[in-house]
């Protein structure tokens, strides 16, 4: 058993010490992934954050966007109805030219049968 004893011996010599630096490197590694995930679960939380943030933004966002829409509704209306109204006094502008026109033209024409009353009662005086 000597010879056994001896290899096993040898054996141990070469093969603990490698066991050794792989058990120290999967420790290192074990240490490196909890950091790794430590560091996962901080991203996360903040992108969590993030999403939580954006969604507020997008709330207040649509808020203003909707308040908005009212507003430029309420300047629109208002300026049809000034529109309608300036269209009103055009026409009515219109109207009052065009009776001035008439009245003129009426003016002229009553001028003109007096005109011709007063030769017809000339003729007939003389």
């Known amino acids: 058993m000597d010879v056994k004893e001896a290899v096993l011996a040898g054996l141990k010599e070469l093969i603990v010490p490698e066991l050794q630096v792989m058990k120290q490197a999967q420790a290192e ?28 933004t997008n709330k207040r966002i649509d808020s203003i966007h909707a308040d908005l829409i009212t507003r430029i509704d309420k300047v629109n209306m208002d300026l049809i109805m000034r529109n309608d109204e300036t269209n009103r006094g055009l026409a009515r502008l ?4 065009v009776r001035r026109e008439e ?24």
């Open 29 to 56: 590694m074990k240490a490196i992934l909890g950091l790794t995930n430590k560091r996962l679960d901080d991203i996360n939380s903040h992108l969590i954050d993030q999403s939580r943030r954006i969604d507020e």
């Open 94 to 97: 219109y109207e009052v030219i």
């Open 103 to 126: 009245h003129q033209f009426l003016a002229e024409r009553v001028a003109r049968l007096e005109q011709s009353v007063e030769e017809m009662k000339r003729r007939q005086a003389a």
